[in-house]
């Protein structure tokens, strides 16, 4: 956000609509202008907006769009005198709206952050999902689920659910037990025809450079992020959390580093870069719909002196995925058929 006129421009899930939107800021709140067209980009509706905005207190999510053309998106407000977000409203406009809907969610003296949304266009659900702790900069408890329907306009289902310690003890990799969770964020949300969805989530740890740390409620500068172990876990079509996984690994080249999914028959696969006598191997862990892995065979031997770039794959057809790659200093593309 800001004075400058920043145009952003998002999409629904079937192609069909497209939006313009820009957020700008002024002394009595944000002025949200948005122009929707059609797939002939023909304009179908534009609105002009003002809504509350606290710098200090509010913060908004990332802009989301269904197949209907509706906006969504979500405002969270900090608690009295402190950093953590207690409050959190859903914010929808209709493709034809000329005013926002605001609903509050449900907390239950729960306190989250890095709230993520996916919009599942089959059973008309905006899923809403974030990690959650019970005291303030607390330790991290579990997964807030909120799965909110579209079409009444309400809450479908909510679950705080906490991560069972037998997990918690695959997935920590330093400290104490209660605090393995504490540098995991949602990296993605994959959704199933039944309206529930896998959650995945990624262990973006720090590495101390003198006396400057970094932590998810106090942020601070001058920080060089390992990425370790991938938490993925099956939430039902009610927010409840039906299976949970860890798929461990290590890594701190910034280019090369964190992972990518690709969706096949066999269920989804994760890639990501390990080193190996100072080269990147591509490793391919598969999950199945019951939560087991399997770990294939790597994609590519360390001898070819391709350095792979997984977490900027791009998936190009069915069983088809292009990535980046580099190669003596020249940036090349890598085509993998599954």
């Not at 809403?128 to 408890?141: A, K, M, P, T, W």
């Not at 997964?143 to 079409?151: E, G, V």
């Not at 390990?274 to 080269?279: A, D, M, V």
């Amino acid at each position: 956000m800001g004075n400058i006129r920043v145009y952003n421009v998002i999409a629904s899930e079937d192609k069909q609509k497209i939006m313009i939107y820009k957020i700008l800021q002024k002394a009595a709140g944000i002025n949200v202008v948005t122009l929707l067209y059609d797939n002939k980009l023909q304009l179908i509706h534009p609105t002009s907006y003002l809504l509350d905005y606290d710098e200090n207190n509010y913060s908004y999510s990332d802009f989301h769009m269904d197949n209907e053309g509706t906006l969504i998106f979500t405002r969270s407000i900090k608690s009295k005198g402190g950093e953590d977000l207690a409050w959190v409203d859903l914010i929808t406009k209709g493709s034809l709206a000329d005013t926002f809907s605001i609903k509050n969610i449900p907390l239950n003296n729960c306190f989250i952050d890095d709230i993520k949304i996916k919009v599942d266009n089959v059973n008309k659900h905006y899923l809403i999902n974030s990690f959650y702790y019970v005291q303030r900069q607390g330790n991290i408890e579990g997964i807030y689920s909120i799965i909110w329907d579209a079409r009444g306009d309400s809450s479908y289902a909510f679950m705080a659910t906490p991560i069972s310690d037998s997990i918690r003890k695959v997935a920590r990799t330093s400290g104490e037990m209660k605090e393995a969770f504490n540098e995991y964020f949602i990296n993605n949300i994959i959704l199933k025809k039944d309206g529930g969805y896998l959650l995945v989530a990624e262990d973006c740890s720090n590495n101390q450079v003198g006396s400057n740390t970094w932590h998810r409620h106090f942020s601070q500068s001058f920080f060089y992020l390992f990425y370790y172990n991938i938490f993925v876990c099956s939430i039902s079509n009610k927010g409840i959390i039906e299976w949970s996984n860890i798929i461990p690994k290590k890594q701190s080249a910034y280019n090369f580093s964190s992972f990518n999914t690709f969706n096949s028959i066999e269920g989804i696969h994760f890639l990501y870069n390990t080193s190996e006598k100072r080269n990147f191997l591509v490793m391919d862990n598969v999950v199945s719909a019951d939560g087991k892995i399997t770990r294939n065979p790597s994609l590519k031997s360390y001898d070819t002196g391709y350095d792979f770039m997984i977490r900027l794959a791009k998936k190009t057809g069915a069983r088809q995925l292009v990535i980046p790659c580099l190669y003596r200093g020249k940036v090349c593309f890598a085509k993998i058929d599954f």
